[in-house]
């Protein structure tokens, strides 16, 4: 399966500033989804937008969706030590439920 | 939100035997699990689609002698890596998904597998 791309590989911000993780992907989709993974844990899952949708927000995250440029936005805003974490975006196709998942952004939130 | 739990969440074994590992859902019924691994610093990797009553699907490139997937019941998925090597170590996680749950895959906590 194709995986998307995502950048920056690796963000360090001082905690209270904002952090922005972008995502690529190359195919149709139906949806597209962000998780976080703390060190050697699971995922959680943030937040999830769909194809028609173009900008979602939940707390301090805001994401953005531009199908034209098949393409996603993270952004934390008033970031915090506990951010830090690795990011992926995962993207759901228009038919079936199999998730391909980006390379993912680990940030890490100096205090 | 739902909840999906693994066992174990981390195992150490020789080269040469299988591991077991089991993805449960707790609080709903599962249509479907996803069996992913991930090794150190990298994004998961799809290893099969695993769906109840039927035999799993498995991505290209993945041995389906190797990773065993049993899906027994709406509850209970079970990958069984057989024949253990070095190279199977890795972080091992499922993911449930049932029609209720819309397009939102629930995630378990990974299992961690050492081989020596």
């Known amino acids: 399966s194709q995986q998307g791309e995502e950048d920056p590989q690796a963000l360090s911000i001082q905690e209270g500033e904002n952090a922005t993780m972008n995502c690529s992907y190359k195919?149709?989709?139906?949806?597209l989804q962000w998780y976080r993974q703390n060190s050697g844990r699971g995922l959680v899952h943030l937040i999830l937008i769909r194809s028609n949708e173009r900008e979602k927000h939940s707390g301090r995250l805001r994401v953005t969706l531009d199908t034209s440029k098949k393409s996603s936005s993270l952004l934390i805003t008033a970031s915090r030590a506990a951010d830090t974490a690795s990011y992926f975006c995962?993207?759901?196709?228009?038919?079936?439920?199999?998730?391909?998942f980006g390379a993912g952004t680990i940030l890490r939130v100096k205090s | 939100g739902a909840v999906v739990s693994q066992h174990p969440s981390w195992v150490i074994c020789k080269s040469g035997t299988s591991v077991k590992i089991e993805c449960r859902s707790l609080?709903?019924?599962?249509?479907?699990m996803f069996w992913y691994r991930q090794f150190p610093k990298q994004s998961l990797m799809l290893m099969a689609t695993s769906n109840e009553g039927s035999k799993a699907t498995y991505e290209q490139g993945v041995e389906k002698d190797k990773f065993l997937i049993n899906h027994a019941s709406l509850t209970l998925s079970t990958l069984t890596v057989t024949s253990a090597h070095p190279e199977d170590s890795s972080f091992y996680i499922c993911s449930a998904w049932s029609e209720d749950s819309t397009d939102t895959q629930y995630f378990g906590p990974g299992t961690r597998l050492t081989v020596l």
């Open positions: 195919t149709s989709i139906n949806n």
């Open positions: 609080d709903f019924q599962a249509t479907t």
């Open positions: 995962a993207t759901a196709p228009q038919y079936g439920n199999k998730l391909v």
